[in-house]
Nanobody
Framework: QVQLVESGGGLVQAGGSLRLSCAASARAFNNYAVAWVRQAPGKEREFVAAISNSGGSTYYADSVKGRFTISRDNAKKTVYLQMNSLKPEDTAVYYC?????????????????WGQGTQVTVSS
């Protein structure tokens, strides 16, 4: 069982930055691929970014490429999402998700473990 706790959300003006954190309780966190997924009101969940077990591989949705950076510190069992040049359309609840993986690659399928989410609001 893995518990994930997100933090770092808040209200920011367009063009600003936020850094989200996802703290995990997994015993062997380096065996888990992790992703950030967001959901805006009335919209479907959007896969934003993902990172492999070691952090060596990453993936970004086109909508955030060049503005967001995903990273992880396995010693601290934490994954980060640095969000720069924020836009009002980035407003959403951001969820951290983890999936056990034998392989060190970005996981783009279903994720078994989810955090409770953190709200990000970008004002224009």
């Amino acid at each position: 069982q893995v518990q994930l706790v997100e933090s770092g959300g808040g209200l920011v003006q367009a063009g600003g930055s936020l850094r989200l954190s996802c703290a995990a309780s997994a015993r062997a966190f380096n065996n888990y691929a992790v992703a950030w997924v967001r959901q805006a009101p009335g919209k479907e969940r959007e896969f934003v970014a993902a990172i492999s077990n070691s952090g060596g591989s990453t993936y970004y949705a086109d909508s955030v490429k060049g503005r967001f950076t995903i990273s992880r510190d396995n010693a601290k069992k934490t994954v980060y999402l640095q969000m720069n040049s924020l836009k009002p359309e980035d407003t959403a609840v951001y969820y951290c998700a983890a999936e056990y993986s034998h392989y060190d690659y970005v996981h783009k399928g279903l994720y078994d473990y989810w955090g409770q989410g953190t709200q990000v609001t970008v004002s224009s």
